[in-house]
């Protein structure tokens, strides 16, 4: 069984950074969280930010230029660095999941997520 923990949150001013883990335990060896999403107070969960296996990244258009996506296979660890933080990034960021590697079956598999606050 694999469980992800999110971390790395907090309440910042806009204008800071933060960087965010989700650090996956258990039997990794054919699961690896790679997607970043998030959820506002009253609205549904978004995709912020994915990395392919093979390291290639998206972002939703919200995001491009203001944060990035990486992944350490060797430490279990995904992480999302954001930079230039808005109030409209307020939400609880959750890793996320989405497919066993070994077998390639669908998974959805979620931490508990992070509460980032940007806020003056």
């Known amino acids: 069984q694999v469980r992800l923990a999110e971390s790395g949150g907090g309440s910042v001013q806009p204008g800071d950074s933060l960087r965010l883990h989700c650090v996956a335990s258990?039997?990794?060896?054919?699961?690896?969280?790679r997607n970043w999403y998030r959820q506002a107070p009253g609205k549904e969960r978004e995709l912020v930010a994915e990395i392919s296996e093979g390291g290639r990244p998206f972002y939703a258009d919200f995001v491009k230029g203001r944060f990035t996506i990486s992944r350490d296979k060797g430490e279990n660890t995904l992480s999302l660095q954001m930079n230039n933080l808005k109030p409209e990034d307020t939400a609880v960021y959750y890793c996320n999941a989405d497919k066993n590697d070994c077998s390639a079956r669908a998974l959805d598999l979620w931490g508990q997520g992070t509460q980032v606050t940007v806020s003056s």
């Open positions: 258990g039997d990794t060896r054919c699961i690896s969280a």
